[in-house]
């Protein structure tokens, strides 16, 4: 009776197994990414942008403060006291990375790559976190700690899950990097 059963559950999980392959795996990890993480990402990187279009190239004195804490503490929150090279670059790279690749992960464009920069993203925002905004120890959490909300070590683990799928994996048929991939193929074959 158990290895009967066994074997329903084995060739039914084994049909939506090769039902699914391929392409809901790689769309699925993209719609948690979009539904839980696009838009804190992306009104983030908002509150990074400075005044009109030259914003885009001059963060305001508020992303040198989220991401460089202690830097602006020591120059009393003057901006221009701060160098470009590195310092001023970094801002504008993190703002920027917080705007691009969240939408590239959720249209499948460069997804491996994508979201690898994001989980570095995610990491160098958790030691700032940590190191520089001083987050406390309820906050931090810990793994195994049967408290489920801490803010860094639970709920950024689940961020990374589908970020680790999608670098190992690709954003599966149901993607522009498939479709470009298709167009290439068929541009390398003569079509």
């Known amino acids: ?25 790689g769309l699925a990890a993209r719609a948690i990414f979009a539904s839980v993480l696009l838009f804190f990402f992306l009104n983030s990187a ?25 830097m602006m503490e020591k120059v009393g929150y003057d901006v221009s006291k701060i160098e470009f090279f590195p310092y001023g ?4 790279a993190g703002m920027w990375a917080e705007f691009l690749l969240p939408v590239l992960i959720v249209i499948g464009l460069f997804t491996r790559l ?24 309820q906050a931090i959490g810990g793994f195994f700690d049967r408290a489920p909300g801490a ?24 993607s522009l990097d498939r479709l470009l991939a298709r167009r290439q193929l068929d541009r390398m074959r003569g079509w």
Do not use: C, E, N
């Open 1 to 25: 009776m158990f290895f009967g059963i066994f074997k329903l559950h084995t060739l039914f999980f084994a049909r939506v197994q090769r039902a699914l392959h391929g392409w809901f795996p």
């Open 89 to 92: 670059l970094m801002v504008v």
């Open 114 to 137: 994508a979201s690898f920069g994001f989980i570095i993203f995610i990491a160098v925002m958790t030691w700032v976190d940590i190191t520089a905004h001083h987050v406390g120890a």
């Open 46 to 70: 908002m509150t990074k942008v400075g005044t009109g279009i030259a914003g885009l190239i001059h963060p305001s004195a508020g992303a040198y403060a989220q991401i460089l804490p202690s």
């Open 151 to 174: 803010l860094i070590a639970d709920q950024r683990l689940l961020w990374l899950f589908p970020l680790i799928y999608l670098t190992i994996y690709g954003a599966g048929a149901v």
